[in-house]
Each structure stands twice: as C-alpha cells, then as structure tokens.
C-alpha cells in the first residue's frame, strides 16, 4: 500500500518571502500522480499543482512549483512571492495511474502541513 | 456551472443513529468519491463510484455503505454511528474514473454525541 508522509505538522512565512513544504512517499509503482491541494477554512480542497511521475520536469503553476525527486521519493512544493490568501492547510496526495490494474482513482493523503502567512 | 455541492452543511448525531450525506456531481462528471477527513488529519478514501457501479472501497466497516444515482448523485449512509465516526465527510466528483482531476465540495461536518 502507499503511503504519503508529511513531517512539517506546521510552516510559517513572511508575506512576500520564500516557503517550501515537505512531502515524501511510499510505493512500488513506478507510474503515479502527485499532488497538493490546498484546503482553507473554507474547507473546500482546491487543487494546487499536479505532477506526473513520468515526467521529469517539474511542474509549475504560477507562485507554485513542485521538486520532484522520484529515486527519493520525495515531492516538495515552492511557494514564492507568499501572499496572505496562501494561508491555509496543505496536503501531499499520491493516485496510482492504474497500469499496475488499480481500477479506481483513490487518493491517499499526509497528514497535511498548516501554512501561516506573516503580514 | 455550479461546483460540487453537498449537503447538508453541518449535521449533529447521537450514537447508535443512522445518517445519510447528499452529493451532487459537477455536470457532466460521473465518477463519485467519497472522503473522511477527521480533524487535524488528511483525508481518508472511502468509496468510489462509477456509473452507478461501486469501483473501489477503503478501509471502513459495514457501517458504512453508498449507492449512486441515474443522474451520478450519490448517498452515503453510515448505520450505529459511533463517536469515533464524528468527522468532516467529502465528495470528489471526476469525470472519468482514472486520470481526471477530482473536484472537491465544501463537505458535511458530522458530530456524533
């Protein structure tokens, strides 16, 4: 079974500063999805950014930006230029590609990181 | 077009009762997958749905149970409801089942007395 570990129960940041959140995993698969999503007092989970495990590259979206490290397994995300709507709980999330015959698309989450913005 | 919407907002229980939890689908989506969130803590998969099939089912007793509609809406009903089962419940609708970003609704916050 996978598992997604997140050691940073809690982050805090600077408005306008530079923050990274941790995430390593656990699996056998060798073709995967990775993501973080964010969820605020809203309590809605809002997809951040997503990163296929087949790919090298890592990706991007705006102020966000993942290094994704597959032989260590390992999956951080950047948060540039913070601002103070970033404040919220994040989460790692790993979803198999179903190659290996998963049929169904479960995510398995950390325990989240709680990201406080600094005025 | 209107998001995943849930219902009802909050909900308090007493234990041993029964609850039921609502969920509507982004149009268009027809995979459901429900989620306990216990405070403090990622989310847990609990079921997901596919044309009105059951696809996958996480690690959580015969209490609990689920069924999707003809129009991909989707009920989740847990039975003797313990304490233990007080938590904040999440719908994720997708439109395929692989490979689909999954939309997330605002939940059901249970409480079990």
């Known amino acids: 079974a996978q598992t997604v570990t997140q050691s940073q129960p809690e982050m805090s940041v600077q408005e306008a500063e530079t923050v990274t959140l941790s995430c390593t995993y656990d699996t056998s698969e060798s073709d995967y999805y990775l993501f973080w999503y964010k969820q605020p007092p809203s309590r809605q989970m809002i997809l951040v950014i997503r990163?296929?495990?087949?790919?090298?590259q890592n990706a991007t979206e705006n102020r966000f930006s993942v290094n994704f490290q597959k032989a260590a397994k390992s999956f951080s995300l950047k948060i540039s230029d913070s601002q103070l709507g970033d404040a919220a709980m994040y989460f790692c999330?790993?979803?198999?590609?179903?190659?290996?015959?998963?049929?169904?698309?479960?995510?398995?989450f950390g325990q989240g990181t709680i990201l406080t913005v600094h005025p | 077009d209107a998001g995943v919407t849930q219902s009802p907002t909050h909900l308090i229980k007493t234990r041993g009762q029964q609850v039921t939890l609502r969920c509507s689908p982004i149009?268009?989506?027809?995979?459901v997958s429900w989620y306990q969130q216990v405070l403090g803590q990622g989310p847990q998969f609990i079921f997901q749905?596919?044309?009105?099939?059951?696809?996958g089912r996480g690690n959580f007793p015969d209490r609990f149970s689920a069924r999707q509609f003809p129009n991909y809406s989707s009920e989740l009903n847990v039975n003797a409801l313990l304490l233990g089962d007080s938590a904040l419940y999440l719908c994720?609708?997708?439109?395929?089942?692989?490979?689909?970003?999954?939309?997330f609704g605002n939940g059901t916050r249970l409480t079990v007395t």
């Open positions: 749905y596919y044309e009105k099939e059951e696809r």
């Open positions: 149009s268009g989506h027809k995979s």
């Open positions: 999330a790993y979803r198999s590609s179903g190659a290996g015959g998963t049929s169904y698309g479960k995510l398995t």
């Open positions: 990163q296929e495990a087949y790919k090298q």
């Open positions: 994720a609708s997708s439109f395929a089942i692989q490979n689909s970003p999954l939309h």
